[in-house]
T-cell receptor, first 112, second 109 residues
């Protein structure tokens, strides 16, 4: 089984809808991250969390919210989706030493 | 914030060729990672290398922290090496990785 899983893997939604992307990990890491990737660009950090009670904004948090339900689960929500949120979304984890980030398979989101 | 530039943006090579990918960064770093994104989108960590040299099979990486650059070497390229290679860094007091825009490598059989 994969160490970092994301659901759904693909999603099509309409403008104005609320959508949640979920991430689960079995690596036992405290640190979890949500990134977004747009065509031809690198990854940009949306939110990150160092433990269950810690949530931090990344460089592009506007229009997004997150919830850290447990050490192993970190969810990303789009409260009212808009077309420019169409992108590939990645969840990642790392241990306390931050030496290596491990990525989930990604969720392709299309907002019509 | 810290700036990360990767070159070249695109590279097309014949199978068996060697390649060198470069990552320049604008400030001192305490974390530098190289990733490979395969054609299906999966991101795999290749190296954690804030300084020094590491090797893993046909891949090796060198970071010269004092001159603010890192190099990723791929020898005897195979078609499975195709994809996008990303460099990501963070600097002291900043927990967040900043990614470059990547080098797209295409290996032709």
């Amino acid at each position: 089984d994969a160490d970092v899983t994301q659901t759904p893997r693909n999603r099509i939604t309409k403008t104005g809808k609320r959508i949640m992307l979920e991430c689960s990990q079995t690596k036992g890491h405290d640190r979890m991250y949500w990134y977004r990737q747009d065509p031809g660009l690198g990854l940009r950090l949306i939110y990150y969390s160092f433990d269950v009670k810690d949530i931090n904004k990344g460089e592009i948090s506007d229009g997004y919210s997150v919830s850290r339900q447990a050490q192993a689960k970190f969810s990303l929500s789009l409260e009212s989706a808009i077309p420019n949120q169409t992108a590939l979304y990645f969840c990642a984890t790392s241990d306390w030493d931050r030496e290596t980030q491990y990525f989930g398979p990604g969720t392709r989101l299309l907002v019509l | 914030g810290i700036q990360v530039e990767q070159s070249p943006p695109d590279l097309i090579l014949q199978e068996g060729a060697n390649s060198t990918l470069r990552c320049n960064f604008s400030d001192s770093v305490n974390n530098l990672q190289w990733f490979h994104q395969n054609p299906w989108g999966q991101l795999i960590n290749l190296f954690y290398i804030p300084s020094g040299t590491k090797q893993n099979g046909r891949l090796s990486a060198t970071t010269v922290a004092t001159e603010r650059y890192s190099l990723l070497y791929i020898s005897s390229s195979q078609t499975t090496d195709s994809g996008v290679y990303f460099c990501a860094v963070s600097n002291f007091g900043n927990e967040k990785l900043t990614f470059g825009t990547g080098t797209r490598l295409t290996i032709i059989p």
